[in-house]
C-alpha cells in the first residue's frame, strides 16, 4: 500500500527550487576579489553558463482567504512564505519568470449570512474586507504578481468550464445528500466527528466538529457530486510517491494513514453544488440556476484562473507557460481540500498536479489558540508598525518555519529575537567591522575585501561555516526546513562576532594580520547573511550590503560565497543603526 511503501523509503533527495548557473560570473568574480579556495566535503550543485533554465515560470501560490473577517497574523504568515519562496526562485535564477498568486474567497453561505447579520449586499463585505488583504500584502512588502478575487468574471469564467468539463466526461451526477455541514469551514462533516457540547459561558447545548470545534446544523438537499471515489487509487500513488508533493513528510504519512484506515469517508464522492434557495451567493451551476457551485470547488479553481485556464486564446499565460503550481502553501487544516480534491479534479480534467503542498501550521499566542472570544488575536500591522517589516518577517519565518507544527506569537520572544539575533548578532557585528577606530588600522583599505593569504587556527571554525553556508541554506529551503536555513545564518553570525572578540582587533597589541582577519571575515559573514537573506528581509539586506559598500552588481547569487564581494566602495560615517532600538514598555503594550 501507499503508506507502506512511503514509510519504508529513504528520505526524499533535496531539490532545487530552481538551477542557477554561474561560470562567467564567478569568474568575474574572482578577477575582481582574488580567494583563496578552502576544501570543504560539500558537494554543491553543478554550475555552468548562465542560461534560461526553463520556459515554464516558477509559480507559487498562498491559499485564498475568506472575507468574513479582517486578516490576522495567520494569514500574514501563509503569504509571506509564499512570497519568500517565490523571491528566492527569482534570486537563484534571474533569468526565469516567478508568478505569485494570492487573493480573496468571496463566495459562500458563510459569507451570505455574515453580510446579513450586517445588514449589507455579499458584495459590498467583500469589497471592504477584500482591501484590507491587500492592505496587509502592501504592509508587509509581499511582491505578489497577482491578487485574485473569486468575484471576478475571468474566475467565473473558469469555473464554469471546469464544471462543462467534468460533466461532459462523466465526472459529475446528481443526487441526494444529507449531513452535518459546517458553516464556518463551508464543508460537510463525518457523523465519527460529531458531538453535541456545551457553551461554557452560556451553558447552550449544540452540537459541533470534535476536530475545529465548529458548529454544525443539520442540512438535506438535492445536489450534484463528484466522483471523487474514482481517482483513490491514483490519488494514493500520486501521496506516496517519491516526490513527496505534500510536505512536511508528518502530514504526508499522516494523510496516507487516514485514507488508508476501513472507516476514512475521506475519499467519499464529493457534494459539490448547493440548493440556490439556500445559497445564492456563489457561481451558478451551468444550465441549471437552481443549483449554486459548492464555494471550495469555485476557490480551488482560482490557481488556474491565474495561470490562463481554459487556454482558449487569448489569455495572459498560455498552457504549461504557469501551470502546474510549483509549490502551493496552505494551513494544515485545509490540506484534504488542496491534496485530495483539487488534484482528484486535475486527475479528471488530465492537467499536471501542483509539485509541491506546504502545509503549515496554526498560530498560538503565549501556548493559547488565538480566538476573538479569549482576545488573544494578533494584529499584524500592528506588529510590522511597531518592530518593523522586515524584523516581522524574519520573526514569522524563524519561528513559524517549522511547518511541522504550531508557531507561538509572543511579545517577549519578539522581544528576544530582536535583541539576541537581529541588533545583538547582525547589528553587533555590522557595527564592529564598520567603526572607523578599528578601519583605519588597516594596512591597506582594499583588506576589508582581499581573502587573508594564510589562515589560523582561530579563523578555521568560521572559515567552514562560511564555506559551507550557501549550500547548507539552499538545502534547508529546498526541504522546506526554513528554520534551519534561518539558524545556519545566524549561526555563522554567532561565530563570526566570537572570531572578533577572539582576536580583538581593537587592542593596541593586535597584529596587522589580527585586525585584516576580523574585519574581512566579519565583513563577508554580513555580506553573505544579507545576499542570503534577500527574500525574507528585502528592505533590510539591501540596507546591509549598502552600509558594508557592496556594489549592487554583487548582490546577486552568484556572488554568494566566500570572498566574491568585490571591491567596496567608499563609505561616508553614518550614525544609522540597522536594527534600532524599540521601548520594551511600548511594545508589551501593543503586541
Known amino acids: 500500500m501507499a503508506l507502506r511503501a512511503l514509510a519504508s523509503r529513504l528520505p526524499p533527495e533535496l531539490v532545487a527550487l530552481t538551477r542557477q548557473h554561474l561560470g562567467s560570473a564567478a569568474a568575474a568574480a574572482a578577477a575582481v576579489a582574488p580567494r583563496r579556495s578552502f576544501a570543504t566535503s560539500r558537494t554543491v550543485w553543478n554550475e555552468q553558463v548562465s542560461t534560461k533554465t526553463t520556459d515554464k515560470s516558477y509559480y507559487a501560490t498562498t491559499p485564498i482567504f475568506y472575507v468574513n473577517a479582517d486578516p490576522h497574523i495567520g494569514h500574514l504568515h501563509s503569504t509571506l512564505l509564499a512570497d519568500v519562496y517565490t523571491r528566492f ?33 455579499p458584495k459590498q463585505l467583500c469589497d471592504n474586507v477584500s482591501e484590507r488583504f491587500k492592505d496587509l500584502a502592501r504592509a508587509a512588502n509581499i511582491d505578489y504578481t497577482y491578487f485574485i478575487r473569486t468575484t471576478e468574471d475571468r474566475h467565473r469564467v473558469a469555473v464554469e468550464h471546469v464544471w462543462r468539463e467534468l460533466e461532459r466526461r462523466g465526472h459529475i451526477y446528481k443526487s441526494s445528500y444529507s449531513g452535518w455541514y459546517a458553516v464556518s469551514d463551508e464543508a460537510y462533516v463525518p457523523e465519527s466527528q460529531v458531538a453535541e457540547v456545551i457553551d461554557e459561558k452560556s451553558g447552550e447545548k449544540y452540537t459541533a466538529c470534535t476536530e ?11 445536489n450534484y457530486k463528484f466522483r471523487l471515489s474514482a481517482f483513490r487509487e491514483q490519488l494514493l500513488r500520486w501521496l506516496g510517491s517519491s516526490s513527496s508533493p505534500v510536505q512536511p513528510l508528518s502530514r504526508s504519512t499522516a494523510l496516507l494513514a487516514a485514507l488508508e484506515h476501513p472507516l476514512s469517508t475521506d ?7 448547493r440548493p440556490t434557495s439556500r445559497l445564492s451567493w456563489g457561481i451558478r451551476v451551468p444550465d441549471d440556476p437552481e443549483h449554486t457551485i459548492y464555494v471550495w470547488i469555485d476557490a480551488l479553481v482560482n490557481y488556474l484562473t491565474i ?39 486535475l ?15 496554526h498560530w498560538t499566542m503565549d501556548r493559547f489558540k488565538m480566538s476573538k472570544s479569549r482576545g488573544n488575536v494578533a494584529n499584524p500591522f500592528e506588529a510590522m508598525e511597531l518592530w518593523g ?6 520573526y514569522l519565518m524563524r519561528v513559524g518555519g517549522n511547518s511541522g507544527g504550531d508557531a507561538d506569537y509572543s511579545a517577549a520572544e519578539i522581544e528576544r529575537f530582536y535583541r539576541k539575533d537581529l541588533a545583538g548578532q547582525m547589528g553587533n557585528l555590522l557595527n564592529r567591522v564598520t567603526t572607523k577606530k578599528l578601519t583605519k588600522k588597516l594596512e591597506s583599505a582594499d583588506l576589508m575585501h582581499t581573502m587573508p593569504s594564510q589562515l589560523e587556527d582561530a579563523d578555521k571554525t568560521l572559515v567552514k561555516l562560511l564555506e559551507d553556508l550557501p549550500a547548507t541554506f539552499e538545502e534547508q529551503l ?31 597589541t593586535a597584529s596587522p594580520s589580527d585586525v585584516h582577519r576580523a574585519l574581512f571575515f566579519g565583513s563577508e559573514s554580513l555580506r553573505m547573511a544579507a545576499v542570503l537573506l534577500q527574500p525574507f528581509m528585502p528592505t533590510k539586506a539591501a540596507q546591509l550590503l549598502e552600509m558594508l559598500g557592496v556594489p549592487a552588481e554583487r548582490w546577486s547569487w552568484a556572488h554568494r560565497r566566500l570572498g566574491e564581494g568585490g571591491v567596496r566602495t567608499a563609505r561616508l560615517p553614518t550614525k544609522e543603526h540597522l536594527w534600532p532600538s524599540i521601548i520594551v514598555a511600548e511594545a508589551a503594550a501593543q503586541t
Request: include cysteine.
Open 267 to 273: 475519499l467519499n464522492d464529493l457534494s459539490i453544488s
Open 347 to 361: 486527475i479528471a480534467l488530465d492537467l499536471p498536479l501542483p509539485k509541491h503542498i506546504l502545509t503549515h501550521g
Open 307 to 345: 495561470a490562463g485556464y481554459p487556454w482558449k486564446g487569448g489569455e495572459e499565460f498560455a498552457q504549461g507557460q504557469v501551470w502546474p503550481p510549483d509549490l502551493q502553501v496552505v494551513g494544515k487544516d485545509i490540506i484534504r481540500f488542496h491534496a485530495l480534491y483539487l488534484p482528484a479534479i
Open 212 to 222: 475545529t470545534g465548529t458548529r454544525v446544523e443539520w442540512m438535506q438537499e438535492e
Open 478 to 508: 529546498s526541504a522546506f526546513e526554513i528554520h534551519k536555513a534561518l539558524a545556519a545564518v545566524f549561526d555563522a553570525l554567532a561565530e563570526a562576532n566570537r572570531h572578533v572578540q577572539q582576536l580583538s582587533p581593537w587592542l593596541a
Open 89 to 121: 526562485a527569482r534570486l537563484r535564477d534571474p533569468q526565469r519568470a516567478a508568478v505569485m498568486c494570492t487573493g480573496t474567497d468571496e463566495h459562500g453561505l458563510k459569507i451570505q449570512r455574515v453580510a446579513e447579520a450586517k445588514g449589507i449586499a
Open 389 to 394: 517589516v522586515d524584523a516581522m518577517r524574519m
